[in-house]
């Protein structure tokens, strides 16, 4: 770096480092500055009348801290202190050295939040802090200088000037817009500012986790990523990384608790819906609200949650933190953020004329209430779910029927009889060659569909065993609109929606009608031969049948085991590609919930959407 660019941001002993406010780019920026230029004491932009709580809130770090105050209007101030702002990376280095700490800002009231747009502070990876900063500089205009900025500014040039006379090299950290015209008043003597030097009710808070989901400057996830990275000496914690972290973790997250998985078409989707959208907005990497609204165009509003969820989860929290806990939201700090709403499970409304009294759900007192307090001695299922699959069971016996009959179809030149009806697509194929008209003579299928089974997800053990579907139940209808059916699925207990009603993913099942019929297929030992579930519901559908045709929904056709078990009880297997049914359905069919007794479904409803 040549001396001639060095002394835009040099005056005398004094280095300054313009930052923008809690952006990890300028805390790491501020690292490097403090290794390279190795000062004997440390300045930054605040002032001295809240030197005391801010180096007590500092002193906490990772725990989060708020300095408050009142000021003479009656105005609440809040100050939050987060490890990605500039200033507070400043001053834990200057504690961490044990060298002096100055606040050379002067105490104003009344101050407004200044909202002018600053270029990407990611751009500072890509062009160095010091082309940024020389960019903005030479496009900034001070024709829009407030009086509280002057005086502000005067106040921080008297204060340096003051510091460089004892010959020792000072780091000040200060805010970009001001930094161009302290670095001009440097230049000429100044004269102290007349201001407060005492304030009197400064206190000091811990901030509540709740509240770190909503105001931090950065998100979460990344201001942790900093952290920890602080703390094992890697800093440098890349935004675009970060992110394609998150999205990792979140896709975890995604599958336990709704078994979906994304694909590399959807990834690929998000990351360009995150890109286009920051674009607009005038920035290079996407924000955490521009993330979100990606995550759910991309997949759905359960990504959506989970990216939400992971990256606005702050994990150093404290039960006990000795300091009064402060909850705060966006619009007591005055942040511009966007909110946005997950509809994790949508459903219909329609306008009422009156009002309708809704009671509200209960909540867990404790994390893990609900989970511990489930037994599972006397499970039962939810009667709607109970509907929803029944009539998509005879929908796809409706469909396999019609499928085989289309099949089996004769199309042939009209003669002396029009069998079934003219053939449209036929007599259009060939009407150029001046063709014959066709008819066409439908073969019924005979037999009739008995049993049903359906495979999402194969679910092979793993090298270790381990299965994604471990749970294994079979259940009898309840009366003879029901089919007996068998499934295995997530375990029951582990996702809970409410007090006994537990959420699980179906990997498959298989559905047998009429009901009461069906013994538990799962420590049957006629279907020992069996080598993995799928094989096992469909065996059981085989035997278990009584009519002919046997449907099997799923990625895959049936194993050649199947299909000769099949010939041998003079049965025959009808496969359905479950790739040509709508995954909007079938996410819906998937899901299933299981009630801790049957005076749970009382009030399933409630919490069941």
Known sequence: MTATRMSELQWDQIRMVPILHNRVEFALEVRRAFEAFRPDHVAVECPDTLKEKILAGVQRLPLL?????????????YLPLEPTDGQVEAIRLGLSAGLPVHFVDRDTEGYLPDFSPMPDPY???????LAYCRAYMAADRDDAVSPEDALREKTMAYRLQQLAKTGERVLFVCGLSHARRIRRLLDQPQTQV??????????????????????????????????????SGQTDPDRLRI?????????????????GSLSRGQIRILNR????YALLTGNLAPSFYQLIVASRGAVDDNFAYEVWEKGSDYPWQTEEPGLPVLRLEGEDLFLDQKRIRFHRQMKTLRTRLVPVPVRKKRRERRPGEWRKDFKGSSICSYPPEDVAVEGYGHYLRKKALEIKTEESTRIEPFACSMLDGLDIRETIREWITDGPIYVREARPLKGKVGSVVMIFDPDYPDKDGRENFPWRVTWLGEHTQESDMAFYSTPAGEIMDGPGISRCQYGGFMLSYPPLRVYDIWRDPFFQFSRNKPERLLMAALDYSLERHVVYVAATPPSGWCQSMAARLGKRIIYLPIGTFSPVTLKKIRELHVLDGHHVRRYAREYIR
């Open 243 to 259: 992110q394609m972290e998150l999205i990792r973790a979140a896709q975890g997250s995604y599958w336990k608790t709704t078994k």
């Open 65 to 77: 801290s708020v300095v408050t105050y009142e000021e003479a209007d009656g105005v609440f101030v």
């Open 194 to 231: 007349i201001g407060r030097r005492v304030r009197k009710g400064v206190g000091l808070a811990h901030l509540h986790r709740d509240s770190s989901r909503e105001i931090m400057g950065e998100m979460p996830y990344l201001t942790a990523a900093y952290e920890r990275g602080r703390s």
């Open 273 to 276: 819906f995150a890109r286009n």
């Open 123 to 129: 751009a500072v990876t890509r062009i160095g802090h």
